[in-house]
Each structure stands twice: as structure tokens, then as C-alpha cells.
């Protein structure tokens, strides 16, 4: 990579695409390759034992099948699953921005914004990749039992009436809630339930790198943890604190009341939310990474 990038980059200080790109790349598929991969078996088990697994009993349960995207908003909006979602990708990206040893080779000749710019271009593409390995894993498992049309399912809006009274096999409303399928159809649900989570993993990523420049990443992993802990506290006990944090922001849901168009808060509001931490952080990157020492990024040497 040094080789490369000293091909392209002959000024120093000006931003080259090519560079960022080449930053980008090595940088994803370092992460690609990582071994901590194997960790997210244990989301996918979880993902498939909460949701996928009890969305299928229960279309067997009334001879019914479920629309293709019910599971992946199922879990876009399950409290427990949302807990871990941002903690499992905080896990995979912990080595990341990746310094080593050739820090001090790399940085005079890439310049640091084209660096920190790599760095951004990387969060996005593995958000991304994340949340899409995700989705394609929820429609997998019930590929040959759904269909894809822009209207929920029977088991989803009516199997709790239909087995009243009688042994439920599980109860759908825990799942995904009046206030969403009432509110919204699952097309329009699916886009805003990882619209969200996309601008939810990109705020931590963003703060992540941002500590990263002042030799802090570390301690602001286990702030964000805590973070990521409170906030669903609160959104699960429906506070309204819960709006002071950023996973109140992310559950569709929680945004509306069981009747029609009743904002309990609006859902614009947290897009904006959203939008405007990431402004702050990024700006406040940008503005570090013009000047940010050399042995200050060298205290998070990762190998």
C-alpha cells in the first residue's frame, strides 16, 4: 500500500481521491479478514431463537405465511436485539482506524485528511456491510415461507386476535407493535428501520474516530457502551429520557402512538437528531485532523 500511495500522492496536503479510495480499501479488507468475525455467529443464533424462529411458528400456527421483510423489521425494532446490534459492531471495528508500525511512513506522504477521509469512507462501507449481511440473513431463513408485496401479514396485524384465548405460540405484538404496522406500510417501515440504524452506527463510528485523534479510543468505547446500555434502558421502560439518546432515536416504533399519524415524537425529529451529530462530530474531525500530531495517533498503535 506505502508504495502505492506514494505513487499517487506527490503534493502533500492536497486531498487525492485515489488515496482515499486506497486508504478505504486496505482498511476494509483488513476488516473483512479480521477474526473477529466469528463473534457474529452468536447475533445471528440469537437474531434466528427471538424473532425468525417464533415469526415462522406462528405463521404455521394459523397456516399463514409472513411478508419477506417482516423479520428484518422484527429485528430492527426489537429492544433486546437493538442492545446488541451497535455492541457487536463496536466489537468488530475496536482495531479500527488501524495504526501500525509504517504510521510514521504513511501520514507525511498521504497527507491526514486524505487518511481521515479513508477512515470515514470505511465506517460507511462497513456500517453498510454489516446491516446488509443482517437483512440478507433474516430473508434467507424464511425465503421459501414468505412473500414480498408492500402489505403485512395476517400473522402479523391479526394472529394475536386470532389465538386469543387459546395457547399462542408467541405474541406478535411484542414483535413488531400496533404503533408500526398500523402507522406505515412494511416497505415504508423497512427503508426508516435501517435509515436509522445506518445514521445510528455511523454517530458511534464517527465519535470513535474522533476519540481516536486524541488518543482516546479506549475510554470512549466504554462510554459508548454505557451509552448504548442507558439508552435502551430508558426506551424500554418508554421514558422520555429515552429521547435524549441516541437509541431512543433508532426504534420506529417508539415514535408513535397506536392511533394513526399520533406522533409521541416525530420522526423527522430524530433523523435530525441524527443528521446533526454527525455534522457536529464530523466537523470537529475535520477540524482535528488538520494538525493532529503524529505521537498522539501513535499511543493507539493497534499491532
Known sequence: MERDIKKLM?????????IVVRIFKDEYMRWILNSKWIVIIILLVLMRELVICPMLAAAEDIDQIINLVEPAIAI???????????????ILTSDFPHVSSNLYYLLPRAGRMNWVLGELLFQFTS???????????????????????????????????????????VYMNNLIPGQLYNQMPP????????????????????????????AKKKLMLWVEIALIAVGTAFAALRSPLMWLFPSGHTIVWLHYQIYYRQYVFPIWGSILFFFGCLIIVNGLIYRRAKDVPLDILWEEKTE
Request: glycine fraction near 10%.
Open 10 to 18: 506527490q503534493n502533500n496536503g492536497k486531498i487525492s481521491g485515489k
Open 76 to 90: 430492527g425494532n426489537s429492544g433486546v436485539i437493538l442492545l446488541l446490534l451497535p455492541l457487536f459492531y463496536l
Open 127 to 169: 456500517v453498510g456491510t454489516y446491516l446488509l449481511l443482517l437483512i440478507l440473513s433474516s430473508c434467507v431463513q424464511v425465503f421459501c415461507d414468505a412473500y414480498l408485496i408492500n402489505g403485512w401479514s395476517i400473522v402479523t396485524t391479526n394472529y394475536d386476535s386470532l389465538r386469543k384465548g387459546q395457547g399462542v405460540v
Open 187 to 214: 416497505f415504508q417501515a423497512f427503508a426508516l428501520t435501517y435509515g436509522l440504524l445506518l445514521l445510528y452506527l455511523l454517530l458511534w463510528g464517527a465519535v470513535i474516530l474522533l476519540a481516536s485523534l486524541y
